[in-house]
Each structure stands twice: as C-alpha cells, then as structure tokens.
C-alpha cells in the first residue's frame, strides 16, 4: 500500500487556518482517480486503433428518380462498399414498396450508399449524384413521375450540408444545367430498406426494357463523365499496368 505523505494536510492547513478532513478525503479520491481515467482513455484509443476499417466507412442518401438508377451507377463508383435501395423522407414507418407508389406517404425512393471517404469524397459522390440525373426536374425523371421521384439529399451532418451548398454554388457559377436546381435538402431522419427484389435489379435484369433504356445510358454517361471515379476504368488500369510490368520483366533477362 502506498504511503501518503503528511505533508499535504500541513501545506492544505495554512490556507485559512483550519484543515477539513472531508477535504482531505475528496483530494486523496480524485488523485487516485487519475491512473484510472488515463488508462481508460487509452483503452480507448487503443480501441478505435484495433479498427482501422471502421474509420474509412461512410454513409450518403440520395434520391433521384427510381431507385434502380442511382443504384446502378453508384455501384461503379470506386470507392464505395455497397449500394441499398430503399425509402426515406416520408410519415409512415416501415413503408412497403405499393404503400410509397400512392404518394401518400411523402416518402422518396433514395439509395444508401456505404462508402470509404478516403477514396472518394462526400463532395465528389454530389457531383456523381447530380450527374446522374436532371436536378431541374420536379417531381419525375424520364418516364417516373410523382413525389416519390423527386430529387432529394438527406444530410446526416452540418459538414455534409456544408458540402451541398459548395457544390451547388459550383453548379451555380459554371451554369451546369440551364434551369433551376429543385433538389430538396433536408436531415435524414430514418432510412428503411426496399424489398429485396428491389435490390441489385439491373445487375439481375439487365435485359428488362427499363433498364435497358433508362439505366443503361446513365451507367454510359457516369463511366464517359467520371472515368477517375469508376471501378470500371481502375481494373482496366490496373491491368494495364500489370501487363506492362510483366512485359518489361520478360524483356530485360540481363537482369535475371
């Protein structure tokens, strides 16, 4: 047991003249405390260091048109995990897919798009997402229309708000599109998942009509407009500098 020196009480005595022991039992208390908050503290760090991966996740929502769309882009962007397809935006919980089509429950159809923000930035997944779809539009895109289909972002912070404006502000000045932005921005307050069958649908009708005529040209404009942020053009890449590499290898025996 360690010994506390009688020293404390002695120089605590002088201050005012009287030595409360109650005073001396608080101090004696919050001294000892301290290891305890320092090893906690760095048990914590330790912590969030033994899970480096779960810094590099990030969740965006965005709603533009029918959900298949956007989720068939997004999901060939380099840089991001996974792609859900789902609702969000409106008063009734856990809304079904033929609940959402009667408008009636101010739910949006959005996707929600995991992420790794050190490859690819919030502001960089915006201008994706404002491509990837006609932001002057109200209500409808292409053959879709009500409020379901609205173009919408849910905003998880102030930063991510931040980003919106910035890259709106952008649009503004380059006059990207040459009618007015109706995007709504709003707090995401809930995301519910769609059905699965709703889930990877181009990737599993590709053939269908409506993919091939809506979504397959919005996958040809994101790999045309964005080739640095495709996975697409990163395995090409990739592969080319591969071959290369071994190319260069079988024609240098002299360094063997």
Same mark, same amino acid.
């Given at each position: ?117 050190? %490859? +690819?930035?919030?502001?960089?997944? *915006?201008? @994706? /997402?404002?491509?990837?779809? =006609? ?45 007015? %932005? +109706?995007?709504?921005?709003?707090? *995401?307050? @809930? /995301?519910?998942?769609?059905? =699965? ?60």
């Amino acid at each position: 047991m360690k010994t506390i020196s009688t020293s404390i009480p002695a120089k605590l005595s002088c201050i005012g003249g009287i030595f409360r022991v109650s005073t001396l039992a608080t101090l004696i208390a919050l001294v000892l405390s301290l290891p305890t908050i320092s090893i906690c503290q760095a048990q914590e760090t330790t912590s969030k260091s033994r899970n480096p991966e779960e810094n590099k996740k990030a969740l965006a929502v965005f709603g533009g048109g029918c959900f298949w769309c956007l989720e068939a882009v997004f999901e060939r962007v380099w840089g991001v995990h996974a792609v859900v397809s789902g609702y969000s935006g409106g008063n009734l919980p856990n809304p079904s897919y033929e609940q959402v089509l009667t408008d009636q429950t101010g739910h949006a159809e959005v996707i929600q798009i995991e992420y790794d923000p050190t %490859i +690819v930035s919030y502001e960089e997944l *915006l201008r @994706i /997402f404002f491509k990837s779809h =006609d932001p002057t539009s109200l209500n409808a895109q292409g053959p879709d229309f009500g409020t379901r289909y609205r173009s919408v972002i849910f905003y998880k912070t102030q930063e991510e708000k931040a980003d919106i404006e910035t890259v709106l502000e952008e649009f503004r000045k380059k006059k990207t599109f040459r009618g007015k %932005i +109706v995007t709504e921005i709003s707090p *995401l307050k @809930i /995301f519910y998942p769609a059905e =699965d069958y709703h889930q990877d649908y181009f990737e599993k009708h590709p053939e269908k009509p409506y993919c091939e005529i809506n979504i397959l040209p919005k996958i040809g404009k994101f790999e045309k407009g964005f080739k640095d942020n495709s996975k697409v053009q990163k395995a090409k890449a990739e592969k080319m500098q591969k071959s290369k590499k071994q190319k260069e290898a079988a024609g240098s025996p002299q360094d063997k």
